[in-house]
């Protein structure tokens, strides 16, 4: 068993645009309204880099950022995990195309923004950090292999954690191959030890003989959290929005599953 810390959460996703706003939904005090996502401006990216921004990038910078908040100062320190299950998609889908055209000329933008650590790299960016760094990807099972590698970091090298959990909804004619309706990001700040700032503990247990999969009792947000793969991470989300004890079960990619046990601080 491996025990975190949860620092702070940042939440961006349609009808969630931040975790201030989010954890009122989590939370059951207040109705969710799946509204369309706006475009959002990451704030610490300089001007050109901005501009090249894929809306993956994008995606994942507004829930990083709003889990940094003003603490901007203290990101440069953070190892990170950016877990996302195939990507950017568009960009692969429009490299595609060009390669498949008598011109075959593809754009070096577009071409640094397929890498799958793309986020991360606008990340080291904006914050200016050299610490160590993960992109992962494990399909639907992206959430609990994030969290795995999150952890490992934190309770073996005893590193403070960022956890991005991000996936894009995915266009025709890829949606036909995978379906990913609506985008959702999400961000833990993870640490070895209690602060005064912390949210929660999280004891992370890998069960061999697999476990079930925890869903939401809200149906509107059940439905958003069977459309993208980084959504699965919806009822950790809630528990931490409530500041409620509880388990959480997440299915792996290798059949195992990975127990959460959530005791608010």
Known sequence: MTRVFVESVGLFAPGLE?????????????????????????????????????????LAFGACEDAIGQRIEQAAALASVFAASG?????????????????RMVS?????????????????????SK?????????????????????ALVAVEGWQTLLVL???????P????RDVGQPFSAALWLTPQRSAESLARIDIALVPTGCRET?????????????????????????????CDGEVGLTTAGGQGLLLTVAAC
């Open 18 to 58: 931040s975790w201030a706003a989010g954890r009122e939904v989590l939370s059951g005090r207040s109705r969710y309204c799946l509204e369309p996502l706006s475009k959002y401006r990451p704030e610490g990216l300089p001007p050109n880099e901005r501009r090249r921004a894929t809306e993956v990038v994008r």
């Open 215 to 243: 869903v939401s009792a809200n149906l509107e947000l059940e439905a958003l959290r069977c459309t993208n793969p980084a959504a699965r991470a919806i009822p950790l989300l809630e528990l931490l929005a409530a500041r």
């Open 166 to 172: 991000y996936d894009n909804s995915v266009g025709w």
């Open 87 to 103: 990507g950017d998609f568009k960009v692969n889908d429009q490299l595609c195309r060009v390669l498949a055209s008598k011109q």
């Open 108 to 128: 070096p933008t577009q071409f640094h923004n397929s890498v799958h650590n793309a986020a991360a790299g606008y990340w080291s960016i904006s914050t200016h």
């Open 174 to 177: 890829m949606q036909g191959k």
């Open 131 to 151: 610490a160590p760094s993960v992109s992962l990807s494990a399909f639907d099972y992206s959430v609990a292999a994030g969290l795995l590698e999150a952890a």
